[in-house]
Structure formats: C-alpha cells, structure tokens
C-alpha cells in the first residue's frame, strides 16, 4: 500500500517543481525501505484475521470498520512525516507553505503521503465525506496538478454533490496531468444539471470539444464528436446534431449511440415521422435498454402537436382519412338540405 501512495507522492513532488524531483527519488526509496522494515516485523506477529479469531487476548483488536467482524480494515501506520502533522480537524490548516515545502522537500513527500493514506483509508471505511478533507488537503498542497482534484469530483459525485464535483472536474482540467476521463466526467456533470445550462456552462461544453477535437489521437477526436452530440441533444441545437451526425456517419459508426443521435436530430428538426421510425428500430434492435426505449416514446410523444398525440404513430394516414369522411359527410348532408328546400320552392308555385 505505502509503495502505490509512495509512487503516487513522487509523481506529485516531480511535476510540482524541479527543484522537488531529487526528493521525489528519495521518497520512493525510503518510503520503500520503511514498508520492507513494516513487513518484516508485521509478519512475525499474528494477522489480524488470527487475532480477531482468538479473541486479541491481551491486545487491542481492530474493530470493524464496515461489514461484518470478517470485514476489518486496519487502521493507517505511524505517520512519515515528523515535521508537518496532519490536523485532522482540519487537514488543509497543517500543509506547509511553498516556501516551508522547499526547504524540506524529503519532509513534505512524507506529508503528502500521510494524507494520501488518512484519504484512502477513509474510503476503505465508506466514509467518503472524510475523505473529501484529505483530499482537498492534498490539492492545497499540489495545486498545480490535476491528481487530487480528480479524486475530489469522484468523491463528490458518490456522496451526490453535482455542483462540487462539477467544480472539482473543472478545476482538475486546468493542471497537468489531465486525462480524456477528466474532461468526460466533467462534460457529464455539467449536462446532467436540471433545467437548462447557462450561457457559461454551454460554453465549457464548446470548449472542450474544441480542446479534444484539436488532438491528433483518433479516439479523442471521437470523444470530441461525441460530447458534440451529447450538446446538442441537451440543448436542442440542430447544427450540432447535424454536424456530429455527418461525422458519424462518415465514420462508419452503426451504435445504438448512433442511433439515439439519428433520433435527437429528427425530434430537434420536428420530423416526427423519421423520429418514429428510429423509435421503432430502437426498439427491435435491443440495443437500448427499456429505460431508454421508454423516455424515447415519452420524449416523441411529448414533442408532436395534440392531434399527432391523439391520433397515434398512423396519425397523417389517419388524419386525412378522417377529414375526407367529415367533408363527405358535410357535402350528403349540404346535398340534402338543397333536395328538401327545392321541393319546398317547387311546391309553393
């Protein structure tokens, strides 16, 4: 464990600085040596499992943190760092200035780690809320990387905090080390919002698709294709749709996802007669799942004019057959009226 957060602590103190890169080595390897030494000792004592079934006679067991008494999570080891103590109250308060984590890089490695062990041992118990502190720790402490922030929007996501993680997202995409997932995610987060985007927001969107549309690798340019259509579907903005859709198709793509486009581009061009057409190849494709089939079908029904609605997936067939009956039945009835008033004129003379 302590190798992995040693690994995650080096790539953090490389990309902070140069000056902090000769530290970054050096953390790795005494951090490596430590967890040999940790090893070494742990293995001459019982496991935990061992103690747990012999009831930790005379020692203090690890209580279980989630499941049941088979699911225990230890608790970190001893901090590395002696010289910059987490406040775990407060985790932010205890990072070291820039100027502090110059002067003693080896020391702020170890600092990053500690936090990066409390952050994950938090999430281990489920406790993702603490999690968050941290977290947001480690991005004081690395601000110019996209690491911890990337953590954060995961986080924030889970615990069901859109808006921070959207934030999280945003912030993570502006630092090195940002990742196609990244601006995914936070393409994601920002269309799932309720009610319409703001002004700003669409242009976040448009933004990254001109950020991931100007890369030369071929998956990203499909990403970039990809949010455009999803854009487009969110805002009903048909020169988005058509534009992703042509290049699409170009591509060769067959998908359900490609079919779900076909069907927002014909629900945005009100051709609801093509849109019903995809519904229905939707539906025997499999391909879309029932939740999706069934917010299609309330989506082209809830856009189409009442008499559409009324009259079903027939509805011009049917409209205009039921309109030449009403003007048969008006012509008989006019017809009619005029026989009886002519023999009534007839009549009278």
Known sequence: MRTMLALTASVILMQTGPALADASAK???????????ADAAASSQPSTTDRA???ASGESASKPLIGDDSDLIPPPPAALSQKWPIDHDNPE???????????NPLEYGYHLMDLIEQAEYAIKKGDKQTATKYYRAVAKAAPEMSVAFTKLCDLYEAIGDREQAAGACAAALSRRGASLADYQRFVRLTLAKEGPLTPQETKD???????????????????????QCQLGTRTDDRKLLEECVATLRKSGSNSSEML?????LAMVKKDFREAEGLLEKAKTGGAIGPEGINRMMQATAAAQPAWRRWLGGQSAYILVAALTAVALGIGVTWAAQRRVRLRNEHAST
Not at 93 to 103: E, I
Not at 205 to 227: F, G
């Open 27 to 37: 953390t790795t390897a005494q951090s490596n040596a430590a967890v040999l030494g």
């Open 93 to 103: 308060r205890s990072v070291p200035t820039a100027a502090q984590r110059d002067k």
């Open 260 to 264: 779900m486009y076909e069907w927002a």
């Open 205 to 227: 969107v448009r933004d990254v698709i001109q950020h991931l549309s100007a890369d030369p690798n071929a998956a990203t340019k499909r990403a970039a294709t990809q949010t």
């Open 53 to 55: 079934a012999n009831g």
